[in-house]
């Protein structure tokens, strides 16, 4: 799952992510979430150290005594896996791209490109993602496949995984559990549940109920119900 977070000077730009990125992830059925988009580089920065972001979108020349670069810099001082991409009209900084390993570096306004390069970098984490999900419940590790899961579930304070080979019950965050799986395949359908839509049997319009292969029944939130409701967003699913 991608999880962004943007750093940029300018507010119209700030709205303008704010409303393109999550139309970009709907329109390119990504697995995604925009964190933060701020023009303030110390709430950007405490948004990273939380470890709530992998993918960074950054101006360089920020009208603050500090740049883009530098925020880069202390990015990788401890988060060496996080993807920075550059997004700029100040073209001097493109070697010391280089140095921070930055992802991409595109010049604005080229919006066209920044699309193509989060469907390029979505994908590229899809390919590597792990056929399997480690579950701590109580002393014990269970290593289920994510082919075998059937859906999640928040009840109260525990999150329950049903798959295939039984139900698996954790304290693990249920938003935490489904990005660490990290498959497009397990899709929110309730604030409180998400499906796995390779299990999905039927789909119930009228009545908003999603009913898997094992005859389970999920309610489908009116928040989600617009990715199940078309013909077409169901194919894509």
Known sequence: MLKLSVLDDDPQMIEQYENIIPEWFKKNNLNGELVIATTSHTKFLEEIKSNTSNVCIIDINLKDNVNGMYIAEQIRKSHSTIEIIFVTGCLDFIQRAFEVRAYQFIQKPDMK???ETIVKLANEKESLNQDHVEIKCNSEIYFIPINDINFIERLKRRTILHARTG??????????????????????CHRSVFVNSDKI????????????????TCDIGPKFFSDFHSTERIKSI
């Open 113 to 115: 490109l920044l699309e």
């Open 167 to 188: 139900d698996f019950v954790t304290y693990e965050g249920l938003e935490d559990l489904a990005s660490r799986i990290g498959s497009k395949k397990i899709k929110r």
């Open 201 to 216: 049997y039927c789909i119930d319009l009228k009545r908003k109920i999603i009913t898997l292969q094992d005859s389970t």
